[in-house]
């Protein structure tokens, strides 16, 4: 058994990393990589055994403008072991690198643990219980853009422009993050969620779940406000939620509430600084997690 690690370039590991992505979680990264998303600071450690990938956890080099002040983190995620060499300790064996590696070179190291891995998680050495914020839109705070200005799908032949806008998006985030070139195009990348407003040059990711509208991200070379965009979305919604934090002038929009994940998911950490995350009342950006 061989620790391989920083290798998505190698095409053989990386097509047995994706083949063991692909038996557990049901996707790959084929795509991302062959269309020009990876950027480097996806950074998988994985155990293989002739051909084949045993476990693997991956490394993400996450620079974030946390309220004014840059942070580098490490989020950890792609954590998975082949069925047949479950329970051997694989997977720990490999936060455990990973944690060492970098723990003295960033300001700190989380993780989003699945429910059912929560036991697995609080052997690991890491720590629980820090809350993040949601934000939902208070009533009758938004009313139509006066000048007619509207969202519409940005399409198939918007991606060049819009991949563009995501490289040099200006931080419109109380928690933004700064390198968030590769995670958003592989949740965008189909465009499917991407809607375009022209008279402000922004773009919007937006998800609807019958009338609860979900605002994920705001991409704009400058800085806008949400009373800017808010009024450009046409779509009916009886509430709209927020995937990110808003900006200090924005916040008055918005009813702050506790999240600990309910379904989904729990925050794990280590570094106190991450702590500021509840202190702060701020949301890991959805479009942030790998």
Known sequence: MELV?????????RHQLNALTRKTFG???EKWVANGYYEGDYIPYSFVENGKMLSNVSANRMRFLQNGAERNYIQIGTV?????YRNKGLARRLIERVVAEYKDKCDGIYLFA????????RKTGFSEGVKEYRCTLKPNMITKAANGGAFTKAGEGMRQKYTAAVRNAA???AFDQLN??????FYTADMDSVFYAGDIDCFAVME????????????????ISLRNVLPRITAEYDSLMLGFTPVAEDADMFDFAAYDGTDDYRLFYIGDKL???GEQRLLFPEMSHA
Do not use: H, W
């Open 5 to 13: 690690y920083d290798y998505i370039r190698n095409d053989a590991l």
């Open 27 to 29: 996707f790959d990264f």
């Open 80 to 84: 998975m072991t082949d069925e047949a």
């Open 114 to 121: 699945n429910l059912e891995a929560l036991g697995f998680y």
């Open 171 to 173: 931080p419109n985030a």
């Open 180 to 185: 968030r070139f590769g995670l958003q195009m």
């Open 208 to 223: 609807q779940d019958g009338g609860a509208l979900t605002l994920q991200s705001v991409i704009c070379q400058n800085k």
């Open 275 to 277: 702590k500021s995350i």
